[in-house]
Structures are given as structure tokens and as C-alpha cells.
């Protein structure tokens, strides 16, 4: 099952897709997580170990190799190949985590509104259609805050997609947004999740503002000053504190997606 995470800007889409990932691992699943965002910060939630983080270099910083997989020889200077072969760099560049979770970081797309054609770009929007396509593990994307990135090739792989919202109508008006993006990509299965909700009121709020959506509300997440205290340690918030109430939250998710995937997959 491919799980991709989006939503707006600090809303908790790392805390959802790297707290996933821990609890599919931990089930026993075969795990790969991506960080495509460009603050690549997924490593901590998912409390990979120092040593293993200082050696890790995101893809979209691999200069030369992006260079010799992008090259078409003989042609000039500007000319490259948009469908380079990188079939081989997930099991390449991966590292190691907690409950043999494995992860890919591959660095944010950076899309000036001109639409940058740059060789970068192209390289990991090809790996991420090989991720979402070709790959048999549960492969989860921490995605960069927007998904205009993402076209109808790439999305055809995602079997869902989460958008997370924390109470607010800048952060709704975007998910509104992701939401119709990914339909018209082809996306099906679509879940709206709260997270950062402080009492009941909230959620009713969301509800109603949310009423013609066709989405419905999947799950919210509390506001837990926990998972903070684990960010200012720089530890994951799993391995801060187990039982605190969004990560029992997050565990109730996990479950929820669990049953959707045999329901999707098994026959
Ligand atoms: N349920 C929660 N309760 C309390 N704090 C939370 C909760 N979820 C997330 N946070 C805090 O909100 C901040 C943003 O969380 P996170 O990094 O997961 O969001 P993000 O959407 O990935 O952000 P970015 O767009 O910067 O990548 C972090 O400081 C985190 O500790
Ligand atoms: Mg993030």
C-alpha cells in the first residue's frame, strides 16, 4: 500500500507519516518511508539513530549521479533525459531505521511557478512513479507542503491519500484544494485528518465547515503537548512517550488503515 501525506505547511504531516511508519514497521510490515519535503526532517520523527542520520545525503543533492543518469550523450548543454532509469536507487540509498523501517530522503521538488525543467526534478518525480509503481512494501511520502508537483503519473500509484488539517481555514481552504487536485490525478481513496484539536468544539467546527465536501472527516488527532517535548529533545515522539494521547490517536489511524488495506488488497 502506498500512503501519501499532504497538507498544508506545519500542520503534522510529518508526525502522521513518520508515526505510521513506525507502527506498520512494528507490525511487521516491510516499511519504506520517503522524505520528499525540502526541510527533510522525517529522520527524527522516525528516531533514526545520530550515526545513521550524519551519513545521510538527500537524493536531490547527488549532483553527479543525477548528472550521469540525466546526460544524453552527444546532445548539447540543456538537453537531458526526463525518463532517466533509477530503479536501482531506493535499495541503493536507503538507510536504516527503528523495527527494520527503511528510509529514502530524497530532498523537496522546487517548481518555480515558470515550471522549472531542471534535471533534479525530473529524476525524483521519475522515482517517485517507480515508489508509488513498482515498489511491493508499504511506502509512505512525507510530502512537501503543496502537491502541485505531482502528475497524473506519479498519483496513479497512491492507494491513499491523507490530508491533514489542524483547525484552521488557511489550512482547510488548502486541503480543499489538495483534495480536488488529487481526485482530478486519479486518486480514490482520500482521507481528511484534523490534528492539533483541542476540545470537541473543534471538531464540530471542521464538521460544519467541511458539510459539502465530499470528503468526509476520517480522524482527528489531539493536541498533545508531548509530541512537542519529543521535538525539543530532538527524539521521536513514539519513542518520548508510547502511551501519550496522539500517539494512542495515531495508533487508532494506524488500525483504521490496516483494515483498509486487506479490504483493498486481499482477496
Ligand atoms: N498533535 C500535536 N500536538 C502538539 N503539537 C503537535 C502535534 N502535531 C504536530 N505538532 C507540532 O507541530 C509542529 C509541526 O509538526 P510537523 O513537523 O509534523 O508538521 P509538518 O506538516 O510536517 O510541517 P512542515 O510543513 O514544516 O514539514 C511540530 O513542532 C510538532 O511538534
Ligand atoms: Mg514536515
Known amino acids: 500500500m502506498k500512503i501519501a501525506i499532504s ?18 514497521a512494528s507490525d511487521g510490515f516491510k516499511v519504506l518511508a520517503i522524505d520528499n519535503d525540502s526541510a527533510m526532517n522525517l529522520s527524527y520523527t522516525l528516531g533514526i539513530d545520530e550515526k545513521t542520520k550524519a551519513q545521510i545525503v538527500p537524493i536531490k543533492e547527488m549532483k553527479s549521479m543525477i548528472e550521469e ?8 548543454s ?3 533525459n526526463i525518463n532517466p532509469n533509477v530503479s536501482d536507487i531506493p535499495d541503493k540509498y536507503k538507510v536504516s531505521g527503528p523495527d527494520g523501517l527503511q528510509l529514502l530522503v530524497l530532498g523537496g521538488i522546487e517548481e518555480p511557478a515558470t515550471g522549472c525543467l531542471c ?4 529524476l525524483i518525480r521519475t522515482l517517485l512513479y517507480n515508489l508509488f509503481v513498482k515498489r511491493d512494501e508499504v511506502v509512505i511520502v512525507d510530502f512537501e507542503a503543496g502537491i502541485e508537483h505531482l502528475g497524473r503519473g506519479t498519483a496513479k500509484g497512491i492507494d491513499v491519500m491523507l490530508v491533514v488539517t489542524e483547525p484552521s481555514q488557511k489550512s482547510l481552504d488548502l486541503c480543499k484544494k489538495i483534495i480536488e487536485l ?7 481513496n482520500i482521507y481528511l485528518i484534523a490534528n492539533k484539536i483541542t476540545d470537541e468544539s473543534e471538531k464540530e467546527i ?3 465547515k467541511i458539510k459539502d465536501w465530499e470528503i468526509p472527516l476520517y480522524h482527528t488527532i489531539p493536541f498533545d503537548p508531548e509530541i512537542g517535548k519529543a521535538d525539543l529533545e530532538g527524539n521521536s ?3 518520548f512517550n508510547s502511551d501519550s494521547k496522539a500517539i ?3 495508533k487508532s489511524l494506524f488500525h483504521k488503515l490496516k483494515i483498509l488495506k486487506s479490504e483493498l488488497f486481499d482477496l
Open 182 to 188: 488529487s481526485k482530478k490525478l486519479g486518486v480514490i
Open 7 to 24: 497538507g498544508k505547511g506545519g500542520v503534522g504531516k510529518t508526525l502522521v507519516a513518520g508515526i505510521l511508519a513506525r507502527m506498520f
Open 119 to 122: 534535471p533534479e526534478n525530473a
Open 237 to 239: 515522539p513514539i519513542d
Open 248 to 250: 494512542l490517536s495515531l
Open 78 to 80: 540543456g538537453v537531458y
Open 206 to 208: 471542521i464538521n460544519q
Open 69 to 76: 543518469r540525466t546526460v544524453v550523450k552527444g546532445a548539447g
